[in-house]
């Protein structure tokens, strides 16, 4: 079956780098659009960055462009999510997703088919 294991969440001080890895299995991942979502307490689920199947294309949020970038190893199977510049605004659930073939909205959670369980990011001030 299909999953999605995301790793490298932490604690880390404001002004502070994370970089998060999603593993996938079960799917032609090379064949699949990818996108982090996150989900802070009390909060809806928000888009933060999507890649199309090839890599060519990426997208951000208003809030995190400039200062994360989304990447992805076909190859490994893998998606990043490097974080630069960190807020305490950033503390969250961060989650990977994964939707067949290219989309017309990345930002869109009901796009995706495959979720992962999630990794907790917490930025101190």
């Known amino acids: 079956q299909v999953q999605l294991v995301e790793s490298g969440g932490g604690l880390v001080q404001a002004g502070g780098s994370l970089r998060l890895s999603c593993a996938a299995s079960g799917l032609s991942f090379s064949l699949y659009a990818m996108a982090w979502f996150r989900q802070a307490p009390g909060k809806e689920r928000e888009f933060v960055g999507g890649i199309t199947p090839s890599g060519a294309s990426t997208y951000y949020a208003n809030s995190v462009k400039g200062r994360f970038t989304i990447s992805r190893d076909n190859a490994k199977n893998t998606v990043y999510l490097q974080m630069n510049s960190l807020q305490p605004e950033d503390t969250a659930v961060y989650y990977c997703?994964?939707?067949?073939?290219?989309?017309?909205?990345?930002?869109?959670?009901?796009?995706?088919?495959?979720w992962g369980q999630g990794t907790q990011v917490t930025v101190s001030a």
């Open positions: 997703a994964a939707a067949p073939y290219s989309i017309n909205s990345y930002s869109t959670p009901q796009k995706y088919n495959y």
